[in-house]
Every structure is written in C-alpha cells, then in structure tokens.
C-alpha cells in the first residue's frame, strides 16, 4: 500500500447529470476525509469517517451529495445532478488517530459542462 | 471560529537562497496543531511539517522548519536552500483537538516559484 488512491482523476460530466469518487485510504487508517478545493483556495472540509460510521459533515455537503464507507475500507461521494458550481478539485485524507498528519491522495478533478 | 491567513500570494525565491512563507492563525482552544502541505501542480496534498501548540521546540524536518511563535499566533515555514523543485503551492492548516473530528482548516495558500 503505497499512498491514498482515488478513482477517477478526472471527470468531465454534463449538467444534471450524477457522478461517483472513489477513495482507497492507507490500509491501517481508521480515519478518512473528503474536502472539496476551488481554484484559488485551499481545500475545504466536507465529510468525516471513523471506520464505517459518518460522524461529521460540513454545511457544504448539500443534500445532493452523499458519502459512504461500508465496511470501513474505502468510501465513494455521490454527487447527484450537478451543477457548475461543483466543478472543484474532490480530495481524499486519511490518517490513523486525529492527533496525526493526514495523508491525501491525488485528487478527482470534477468539471461539469 | 477557527481560522488559518497567508498573506503572500505568490512568493519568488532564488535558487539555494532560504525563503519564508507567512501563517497566521485564530482559535480560541488551547491544544491545537500546525501543518503545512505543498501542493505541486500535479494535485497530490504532500505533508512537510507538524507543530503541536505544546510543543516547545520550533519543529524541523530536513530543509524545513516551523518558525512558532504562539503568542504571536504565526507559524511561518521557512524552506532553506530552495531548490527548482520546491515551486509548488505551499498551505498552512490547522487542527483543534476538542471537538473538531480532527479534521483540518487550511489557509489559501502561497505560490512558490523558485528561480534559477
């Protein structure tokens, strides 16, 4: 296990259309984040997982997007119907307590046309 | 409310000269910690340093050192020798240990462009 994988890096999708990441933490890692990055800034938080449980979600996580981990391994985010606005860098972390350095993977670039 | 600021956009350095690229922060907890990534243009969040709020010594890993001054609430990275590869994005973030989940809050960032 060499890093955080994430699938695909890059998405081009049409307007309305639903859309689904994938990220692969470090194996022994309990904790895994989603954040979304815009051009210009830094990366935003979205959502949080200890293992399979869900256990924070950020105001930017509107209902059109949803996050799942089964099993505590490797987690997908959903976004339905997209809109321009989503188009943003979608990073995965992951790291193994909270008082460690989180390790991200390379990203999935969302461009909705 | 937590809250990380860079100030400096962009930042030129030249080749083997030492930069520093400015972090402010705020936050009402007491125990904290301090991270910066580098983020090349490939996308990857690279981790390069960690202080934690209790932690008396400024940290140090290889050319990199955290410059804490938690009075002054600023944890400033300075980059020694710059070398052409360390042109990248440069984020400061913050944890807080109560309450947060432990995730991280992050600045938006320096653009390091080394010269040769």
């Known amino acids: 296990d060499t890093g955080v994988s994430q699938n695909p890096r890059h998405k081009i999708t049409k307007r309305g259309q639903n859309v689904t990441f994938r990220c692969d933490p470090i194996?022994?890692?309990?904790?895994l984040y989603w954040y979304r990055q815009t051009l210009g800034q830094g990366p935003e938080f979205l959502t949080y997982?200890?293992?399979?449980?869900?256990?924070?979600k950020s105001r930017l996580l509107s209902d059109r997007f949803s996050a799942e981990r089964p099993k505590g391994s490797f987690s997908t985010l959903e976004i339905q119907r997209t809109e321009q606005g989503d188009s943003a860098m979608y990073l995965c972390?992951?790291?193994?307590?909270?008082?460690?350095?989180?390790?991200f993977g390379q990203g999935t670039r969302l461009t909705v046309v | 409310a937590q809250k990380i600021t860079q100030t400096q956009p962009g930042m030129f350095v030249q080749e083997k000269e030492a930069v520093t690229l400015d972090c402010t922060y705020d936050?009402?907890?007491?125990?904290?910690?301090l991270f910066w990534y580098k983020q090349p243009s490939s996308g990857e969040m690279i981790f390069l340093i960690y202080?934690?709020?209790?932690?008396?010594q400024n940290a140090t890993e290889g050319r990199y050192s955290l410059n804490f001054q938690k009075a002054r609430k600023s944890a400033n990275l300075v980059i020694s020798a710059s070398q052409l590869g360390d042109s990248a994005m440069y984020f400061c973030?913050?944890?807080?240990?109560?309450?947060?989940?432990?995730?991280?809050?992050f600045g938006k960032g320096t653009k390091l462009s080394v010269k040769p």
């Open positions: 997982f200890q293992n399979e449980a869900q256990l924070e």
């Open positions: 973030a913050m944890r807080a240990y109560r309450g947060s989940q432990g995730n991280l809050i």
């Open positions: 194996s022994e890692h309990n904790r």
């Open positions: 972390a992951s790291s193994s307590d909270e008082n460690t350095e989180a390790f």
């Open positions: 936050t009402s907890d007491q125990s904290y910690g």
């Open positions: 202080q934690g709020s209790y932690d008396e």
